[in-house]
């Protein structure tokens, strides 16, 4: 018997250990459901979110030539958002934009209202933001980029002339200083001249850079040099040096004219020291001046094969450009093929057109008649610009982050499975020796039940287990719903993933099928579901723990079979038997009532039929029990309070206040002193161990 006691001491040890081990097991597995949900959140919002092209307007004033010439303006600006180009006798023409810019607005003005602060705000959180100036040589385009030429010379004061790039420096500048995350600022500036990419801050280089596609990064150039900045006289110090080197000649409309198209890329890599797991933003914002637009080459002075050979490679990239713009804004073409390799330029713009960045397009007009053509080509581009859709999406190493500790978890979980497989083949091994060695074989070969005593604390720990493996399965259940529901939202995005699941549904099933085997031992006293406190006569004046065979099968839930335990329960599980002589009432047991109740419904089991061998005058046993179960001054007059019939929803608060843990905790305690009172003659359970003892003997053995 005693051997039997220390198996059975053993096994529950074993077990303890494995629900510990599968307790930590879905934890991790909970936390990181949290995560993905989050980040999912994120990732459909981004999914959705469609961002058009934001189209600005500059009017320029009229030059000093202009005015002497006594030209006048034939383009007006109403309000804020149209433009009317009118030509007496000629045009009339209008057009809407989402911001309009009169002659006379200030750079300061242009850089405020042209939301250029929350585009750089957004390249902080990890976006490509990309600014560009379009339209006909001596517009305004490198004046509203840069500011006039006047600018870069030495004894210039003119700071309130400065251009869209600085005003954008400043201000990173000024959010890098006053944040506590981690920036790092770098610039590279390109020009494509002649259909050739050119590094403009390392003039020295004699080839041209290529360009190159990825699937990950999209179109980049190769090899070109990226400079880190981290104050603004450093980044002037690199763009006065990259404006020196770029092409430009006179021309008869543009002292300064730029003769390519320049790319100034500002690179900021944000490191959110905040989040957990460290998180890095890279985003970008793309300052791009467009060279002389559309302008036809006969009307120029481009007499010398060189202008003719620079200005027709200038007009066929913006024809490229014109043609990507309306296949994008086509919603036919958009999903077929976008010619972007057709020109180094649109190549480099394709991540600012119809990808994922945020582009702000700001076209200058001339405003005089003999500019009307270009002027009214601008706008006609600009039109339609404005109706090609980004789907935005922040560039983040978060991702890989995630995926890393996910990899992490996978790892850590393969580990944990591997463990417990290791150790179901040695459990059912001393579950079946467990059952030979404690059940009675009688003559006939049939086993006999074994009958255990009520003074022992084990049936009320054993209820505690079933309580807890019910928990437990609910919810490893719910885990699983909600990983179901994770890996659908994902669709297989994650191959990763998915091995989890499985490894997580084999992991339930061994659990299932080991519960089984458990629950259809004859040491697990789950089969043993009710109680007895007619057999006194057998173990004298306390009531006693016996299997209940008049549990009717249908009464179990419907998704029980026979085999299964019925985890119905109703014995009185740890009132000793003093507290049932001194009416102490029995707390366990209206706990497990509240349980079933929450598990099953009432419907299934009357709280009467659970205690079916509770006979009259059980009552006069348990006062304490019967207080406890309905309030008194609430029964009805003459009415006989039935044991355990508390009112349903204050037994399940007083159960859902109680932490797994917690009840977990108090089992072992409970084991721990009742340990203390068990005669062991051979072997002691080991410190820290509660012990579990559990006194085990045959019907008909007295106590
Ligand atoms: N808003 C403005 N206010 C005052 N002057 C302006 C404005 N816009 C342009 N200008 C002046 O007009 C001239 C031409 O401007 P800019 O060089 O910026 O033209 P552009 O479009 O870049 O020409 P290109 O394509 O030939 O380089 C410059 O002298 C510039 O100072």
Redesign the pocket.
Known sequence: MQLDTLEVVEERRMLHKLMRTLSNTFHPLNDRLTVCDVHLGKAEMERHAESKVIVAV?V??L?EDEQERNEESIVFCPDEHNLLVSQEGLVERAFSFNMVFR?E?S?QEIFQTTGMRKLIDMAIEGYTCTVF?F???????????TG???LFSEDSQESELEGLMQRSVAYLLERVQHSDELFQLCASYSEIYNEQVRDLLNPWLTYSLAVRGSTTSGFYVENLSVVEFCNLEGFMTLLERGMQNRQ?SS?T???????SHSILTLYIKHTLTGAEPVAVARGKLCIV?????SERVKDRDSDTEKLLEETGNINRSLLTLGKCITALVDPKKRTGHIPYRDSKLTMLLSDSLGGEGITLMIA?VSPTAGNLQETMNTLRYSSKAKRIKNKPVAKSDLREQILASLQKEIRILKEENMTLRQHLPKFQEELESGASGSCTGSTDGTVEPVYYDERSESTGSDAGLMSLLQDLKREIDKLQKDKRLLLDKQESSDQQRECLSQENVRLLRKLRDLERVICSSPHSNSSYSGISLDNEASSGNSPQCVQNPTVPQQQLPPDQSPSQPPYTITYCCTCSVEAHQQGQGCPQLLERLALHEDSYGAHHLNPQQKLPLIQDGDAARHPRAVEGGKQPGREPPGEEPAYGACPPQRRRSQVEKRGYAERFQGLLEARGKKAQSVEMTAGRPQQGDPGLPLLVKKRGETS
């Open positions: 500059r320029r004033p030059s002659p607005c750079q100036a339209g006909q040589t001596g517009s305004g385009k490198t004046y509203t980029i006039p030429h006047s430009s021309q409309q543009n002292e300064h004219s730029s003769r001046d467009l060279a002389r637009g200058c």
